[in-house]
Nanobody, 115 residues
Framework: QVQLVESGGGLVPPGGSLRLSCAAS????????MGWYRQAPGKQRELVAS????????YADSSVKGRFTISRDNAKNTVYLQMNSLKPEDTAVYYC????????WGQGTQVTVSS
């Protein structure tokens, strides 16, 4: 299994931007499709964006399409999520994981959008 460590979260005002990073251990990272998930207080965890193992195909949920961009660098075993035009409803803990997810999750990174 791959160990996942998310970083880059923080407090930003509405309209702001953040770039999340997910560092993965293990030499087989590049064979997995990866995704960014989020969980807001009182809600279920949801997939917001995904990327194929080679990085050529991406998906973004309708709630973030046009604002969030997922990318990856297989040489660095890292997945990124560029988040622009952030809204208060984007407030959540963000996690990365495989598609479909491993049973084990990282600690996540908190994103808070508030003025």
């Amino acid at each position: 299994q791959v160990q996942l460590v998310e970083s880059g979260g923080g407090l930003v005002p509405p309209g702001g931007s953040l770039r999340l990073s997910c560092a993965a251990s293990g030499s087989i990272f590049s064979i997995y499709a990866m995704g960014w998930y989020r969980q807001a207080p009182g809600k279920q965890r949801e997939l917001v964006a995904s990327i194929s193992n080679g990085g050529r195909t991406t998906y973004a949920d309708s709630s973030v399409k046009g604002r969030f961009t997922i990318s990856r660098d297989n040489a660095k075993n890292t997945v990124y999520l560029q988040m622009n035009s952030l809204k208060p409803e984007d407030t959540a803990v963000y996690y990365c994981n495989r598609i479909p997810p491993f049973t084990s999750w990282g600690q996540g990174t908190q994103v808070t959008v508030s003025s």
